[in-house]
Nanobody, 122 residues
Framework: QVQLVESGGGLVQAGGSLRLSCTAS????????MAWFRQAPGKERAFVAS????????YYADSVKGRFTISRDNAKNALYLQMNSLKPEDTAVYYC???????????????WGQGTQVTVSS
């Protein structure tokens, strides 16, 4: 079982930045592909970004490409999401997820965090 805990969410003005973190309880963190998803009120959970277990490959949703950066530190069992140039439409609960397949489909991930709220004011 892998426990994931997100942190770093909050309230920020449009154009601002936030850095989300996700820490994992497992010693096998470095073997998992990781991703960030988000869910806005009344909407389905949507893919944001993903990173291969090695950190060598990253993928982004078109809506965040060029503004968000996903990274990981396997020595610290940590996943990050640097979010710049935030927009009101980025407002959502952000979740980190761990799995064995790098995909944009939420159901393909095995473990999820509890989520952290990001609110961007206009």
């Amino acid at each position: 079982q892998v426990q994931l805990v997100e942190s770093g969410g909050g309230l920020v003005q449009a154009g601002g930045s936030l850095r989300l973190s996700c820490t994992a309880s497992t010693r096998t963190f470095s073997t998992y592909d990781m991703a960030w998803f988000r869910q806005a009120p009344g909407k389905e959970r949507a893919f944001v970004a993903s990173i291969r277990w090695s950190g060598h490959s990253t993928y982004y949703a078109d809506s965040v490409k060029g503004r968000f950066t996903i990274s990981r530190d396997n020595a610290k069992n940590a996943l990050y999401l640097q979010m710049n140039s935030l927009k009101p439409e980025d407002t959502a609960v952000y979740y980190c997820a761990a799995g064995r397949v790098l995909t944009v489909v939420p159901g393909s991930y095995d473990f999820w965090g509890q989520g952290t709220q990001v609110t961007v004011s206009s």
